[in-house]
């Protein structure tokens, strides 16, 4: 006695998509047992396809009761549904719906992947069975480089590829001659000797009389139902396999990631051009972070440069911008009692201005500073020809000046030495008594030789028309102790000007306030970044909705053969994923180079580090996951009948 295997009660089905409800069945009721051989005939449009699709589960009734194994069909989950589809039921279609990306092995491959079969298993499985089939010299063979029958072949090896005790053949003949269509039968006649269920639609009944069992079907009804000539059903049926617990998991990563490699490498110039705004995204943060770390760099060391035992007394209020300027109690009767705290080796103050320099016919916009006699020592930056200017020129309001080495340069003629020649700054004469050694640039990137250096007193007299300074510069001894010293300082400055109008850095302190700068604009590159990954990403999102709707037959076919909608989302997510992962290392590859040629080229100091390589790759790959999403979701919510019966 066989047992019931599929058991439909009073079935119908309504399609709402057009305009008018169209009932397509009406009141089917059908059992079939284990191990028969069942033709369903009727003449085109009988809704043939449509009982084929409820009773394969790939489709729902309208009303009635579908029961497989006893169990009723709308009472289980998506994914209970794909997994009847994988191990219980296998399909043949009319038009053999194959990939034809994919070889005739690793079309029949395809549904052992969602039972996670390993690689070489599952192509070791489907090699035989194409071999039994008598394919076995055309397994590398595309879709496209066989015959219909060929083809056909390949499918029906894909629905026995997890055991397909119940074949459901839906005019598996209709689109092959004669021969081949005999073929095709004969093999369903053999299955059928094995064991396997067999349901066969056809409007053919040459091709119905294979059959045991004939159901006729006629505008949506079953108008007679009874057995051939043919004998019993197959006692030995194996109908009965239970469904497997199975974790497709690496098996699905395996055939997504061959998937996406394929179809992006399918269309390389779409590939390309969709990466590009990532490469742009992540190239720009790469390079860009390694011009701002090495102009850091510069400016740190710039600093250091100019001394590390120094502390700049400033103007203004500590963290008050724009202050500075109101600030008049700088004055040359505080220098005496700076030089006398304990530990100050000594100090100098300094105010400058830009003015016009000036000797014969030739001028000349230069910094000019008034300072003191020790600034050669406090900064380390003696005269290379003359001398600087002494105390006693200090004391006497000197007319005498040291040019830097820009000045003298862009002033005086080649082999000229100034050295002894009279300049005008403003409309005062000027003995150029010394030129100072070059230093190059300031922390802010001003060339610092494109100076002149006179006595503060002279230049409050005579060029600043003022008694007070912009700063004072003190050098600490060199085994005293920075920030004891540096308080001693404040102690007496708020002692002496009643306020705190002044700020005091120190070497620290003064990269702080320069790296605030850089790291400003740190989060303006990163910004940057963020938008151009997100334009990518969008990019990359378009890109995909286009890729699932080029792939909607081969997603119906997936699910048809037993993917889940997890398994369809996650080869969309993995497409996705891998076009911004391949454009992060892409971006990182211009990145670097650009960062190189630009310090071949313009000379700017670059230094890569590998937070932001890393940071840019896997923002990167939050783009494709965030991006891919919803195409990927889409992917899996789509209606695998509605997906199959696209072109
Ligand atoms: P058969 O396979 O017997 O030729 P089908 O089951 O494919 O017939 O179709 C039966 C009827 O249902 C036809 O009139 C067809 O136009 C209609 N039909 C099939 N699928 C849909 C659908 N998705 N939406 C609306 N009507 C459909
Ligand atoms: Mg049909």
Request: charged share 20%.
């Given at each position: 006695m066989s047992s019931s295997l599929l058991e439909l009660a009073n079935v119908g089905r309504t399609y709402h998509s057009g305009g008018e409800p169209l009932t397509v069945l009406r009141e089917v009721s059908l059992t079939i047992n284990s191990g028969e051989f069942v033709a369903i005939m009727g003449a085109s449009g009988s809704g043939k396809s449509t009982l084929m699709n409820i009773v394969g589960c790939l489709d729902k009734p309208s009303s009635g009761a579908y029961k497989i194994r006893g169990v009723?069909?709308?009472?289980?989950s998506s994914d209970a549904l794909a997994a009847l589809r994988r191990d219980t039921f296998g399909f043949i279609f009319q038009r053999y719906n194959?990939?034809?990306?994919?070889?005739a092995v690793e079309n029949a491959e395809v549904p052992a992947v969602y039972c996670g079969m390993a690689k070489q298993q599952r192509s070791a499985h489907a090699g035989e069975l194409l071999q039994q089939l008598g394919l076995g010299d055309r397994l590398q063979h595309h879709p496209n480089q066989l015959s219909g029958g060929q083809q056909q072949r390949v499918s029906i090896a894909r629905a026995l590829?997890?055991?397909?005790?119940v074949i459901l053949a839906d005019?598996?003949?209709?689109?092959?001659?004669s021969k081949g269509g005999k073929e095709v039968m004969a093999i369903l006649v053999k299955l059928h000797e094995q064991g396997h269920t067999i349901i066969l639609v056809t409007h053919d009944s040459d091709i119905a009389a294979y059959a045991h069992r004939l159901v006729r079907i006629t505008d949506g009804r079953i108008t007679s139902d009874e057995p051939q000539q043919?004998?019993?059903?197959?006692?030995?049926?194996?109908?009965?396999e239970v469904e497997k617990d199975v974790k497709p998991g690496m098996a699905v990563l395996g055939e997504a990631l061959k998937m996406a490699l394929r179809s992006l490498l399918h269309n390389r110039m779409r590939t390309m051009l969709t990466m590009l705004g990532i490469i742009i995204g992540v190239a720009s943060v790469v390079a860009l972070m390694a011009i701002g770390n090495g102009a850091k760099q510069d400016v740190v060391e710039r600093i250091q440069a100019m001394g590390t035992d120094l502390l700049t007394i400033m103007?203004?209020?500590?963290?008050?911008?724009?202050?500075?300027?109101?600030?008049?109690?700088?004055?040359?009767?505080d220098l005496p009692s700076i030089g006398n705290?304990?530990?100050?080796?000594m100090a100098i103050p300094e105010t400058n201005i830009s003015s016009l320099l000036r000797f014969g016919n030739q001028d000349l916009t230069v910094t000019v500073v008034g300072t003191g006699e020790n600034f050669p020592l406090v900064h380390d930056w003696p005269a290379e020809t003359g001398v600087f200017f002494s105390s006693e020129h200090v004391r006497r309001y000197a007319q005498v000046v040291n040019l830097g080495q820009t000045v003298a340069k862009n002033l005086f003629?080649?082999?000229?030495?100034?050295?002894g020649r009279y300049v005008l700054i403003g409309s005062a004469p000027f003995l150029v008594i010394g030129v100072m050694s070059s230093k190059g640039l300031d922390q802010?990137?001003?060339?610092?030789?494109n100076s002149v250096w006179l006595p503060y007193t002279t230049g409050g007299a005579r060029?600043?028309?003022?008694?007070?300074?912009?700063d004072f510069v003190v050098r600490v001894k060199p085994d005293a102790d920075m920030s004891l010293v540096q308080a001693d300082l404040h102690t007496l400055l708020m002692k002496r000007h009643?306020?705190?109008?002044f700020n005091i850095r120190n070497m620290a302190t003064t990269i702080e306030t320069a790296n605030e700068t850089q790291n400003t604009l740190t989060y303006l590159l990163a910004a940057i970044a963020v938008i151009s990954l997100v334009v990518g990403g969008i990019g990359v999102m378009n890109i995909m909705l286009v890729s699932v709707t080029e792939r909607t037959r081969e997603i119906g076919i997936r699910m048809a053969i037993g993917a889940r909608g997890f398994d369809v989302l996650f080869q969309f997510l993995t497409e996705a994923v891998m076009v911004c992962f391949i454009g992060g290392l892409a971006g990182i590859v211009v990145g670097v180079g650009g960062g190189l040629a630009v310090s071949a080229l313009a000379g700017w100091r670059v230094i890569f580090t590998v937070a932001p390589i890393i940071i840019a790759c896997s923002c990167a790959i939050v783009t494709g996951i965030v991006f891919g999403y919803l195409p990927a979701r889409k992917a899996a919510h789509l209606d695998p009948i509605e997906a199959l019966a696209r072109d």
């Open positions: 009723e069909v709308s009472s289980l194959l990939m034809s990306d994919l070889s590829m997890n055991g397909g005790p005019e598996p003949t209709g689109a092959l001659d043919k004998g019993e059903a197959n006692p030995q049926a194996k109908a009965g103007r203004g209020p500590p963290n008050v911008r724009a202050s500075a300027n109101i600030v008049t109690s700088f004055l040359p009767e705290v304990t530990g100050v080796a003629p080649q082999g000229t030495n100034p050295v802010r990137g001003n060339d610092m030789d060029i600043f028309g003022q008694r007070f300074f912009n009643r306020k705190e109008d």
